[in-house]
C-alpha cells in the first residue's frame, strides 16, 4: 500500500505520519516548503491543485488541507487505481452557514460545495470515501484559535477571559489522526461524513480558564464582560464572527463516529505543550 499524504506538516498529519510509518508502509506526503527527514515518510515537493507530481499506484489519500484545491485536483488527475480517500474537512460547513458575517457564509458555502465536488469525483475514480468534519482542532501549537490566545497570553502575561455560555467541545489533533487512521481501515466508513468533537462539552468560558491554567507562566486574568463583548462585535470586524458565537454551541454528536470506528476522543485537558510545537 502506497499512502499520499496531503496537509502532512498539519497539525493533524504531524501526529499521523507516524502512525503510518509504524505500520510499515510507503508513505509519500506533499509540502510546498522543506521539511525534516522522517522515518518511512517521502517527502515530495508541490501544491495542490496544479503541482502535484505524478505518482502511480496510490492506494490510499489523506488529506487535511484545503478541501478546494483537493476536489479540483481529483478533478483533473488520472488515477489508475481507484485509492481509498479520507479527509477532514470542518464543522464551519454547518455551524458558519447562517453567520451574520458575509465571508463566513461564504466560506461556509465553499466547504460544502469543495464536499460535493470532492465527492463526486472520488465516484468517478471508483475510489470510497469519508469526510471528518472536527469541531475546533487544537494540540500541537498550530491551530488559529486557542493557540494564537495561549501564545498572546505568554508574550504579555494577561490572559483575556471573554464571557460566554456557549459550549465547546475541543478535538485534539491526534484523535482526529486516529479517527482519520481508522476510517481507512474500516469499510463501514465509506461515503460518510462524519461528525467528530472532543470528549468533553463546556462552557466556552471553562475552555478559556482551561486553556490560562495549562499555560507554563502565569498571568494576568483580564474578564470580558458580555455588555463589552456584545459592543465589540458590533464595530470589530474581524471578530465580530467569533464573538457572536459565544453564546452558541458549537458541538458534535460522536454517536456515529464512535459507533463506526470505535474512536473515543479525550476530555479537553491541555497542557504547555499544546501551545507551541
Known amino acids: 500500500m502506497t499512502v499520499l499524504v496531503f496537509g502532512g506538516s498539519s497539525q493533524i498529519g504531524h501526529y499521523l505520519l507516524p502512525l503510518l510509518a509504524a505500520r510499515d508502509e510507503p508513505v509519500l506526503a506533499l509540502s510546498r516548503t522543506a521539511q525534516s527527514p522522517a522515518q518511512n515518510v517521502t517527502w515530495l515537493s508541490g501544491r495542490l491543485p ?15 488541507g484545503p478541501l478546494n484545491h483537493l476536489a479540483d485536483w481529483l478533478q483533473q488527475v488520472e488515477l489508475p487505481h481507484a485509492p481509498r480517500v479520507v479527509v477532514v474537512s470542518s464543522m464551519s460547513a454547518d455551524s458558519k452557514r447562517d453567520s451574520e458575517v458575509h465571508t463566513e457564509r461564504e466560506l461556509s458555502q465553499l466547504i460544502r460545495d469543495s464536499e460535493k465536488v470532492m465527492v463526486e469525483a ?30 498572546r497570553a505568554m508574550r504579555t502575561r494577561v490572559f483575556p477571559l471573554p464571557a460566554g455560555s456557549g459550549l465547546r467541545q475541543p478535538v485534539h489533533a491526534q484523535d482526529l489522526a486516529h479517527a482519520a487512521l481508522a476510517a481507512l481501515d474500516n469499510a463501514a466508513a465509506a461515503g460518510k461524513v462524519l461528525a467528530i468533537g472532543g470528549g468533553e462539552r463546556l462552557p466556552v468560558s471553562e475552555m478559556f ?8 507562566v ?4 483580564l474578564p470580558l464582560p458580555a455588555w463589552l463583548l456584545r459592543t465589540a462585535s458590533r464595530g470589530v470586524g474581524k471578530l465580530r ?37
Request: glycine share 6%; charged share 20%; net charge negative.
Open 241 to 277: 464572527g467569533p464573538l457572536s458565537r459565544l453564546e452558541a454551541d458549537l458541538i458534535a454528536d460522536n454517536t456515529e463516529v464512535t459507533r463506526l470506528l470505535g474512536v473515543q476522543p479525550r476530555p479537553f485537558q491541555p497542557d504547555a505543550e499544546c501551545w507551541r510545537l
Open 122 to 151: 472520488c465516484e468517478k475514480h471508483g475510489s470510497a470515501w469519508t469526510v471528518l468534519r472536527p469541531t475546533l482542532v487544537y494540540g500541537a501549537g498550530m491551530d488559529k484559535s486557542l493557540t494564537p490566545m495561549a501564545q
Open 209 to 216: 480558564q482551561r486553556v490560562r491554567r495549562s499555560l507554563p
Open 50 to 64: 496544479d503541482a502535484v507530481p505524478v505518482v502511480g499506484d496510490i492506494s490510499a489519500i489523506f488529506s487535511f
Open 218 to 221: 502565569d498571568t494576568v486574568p
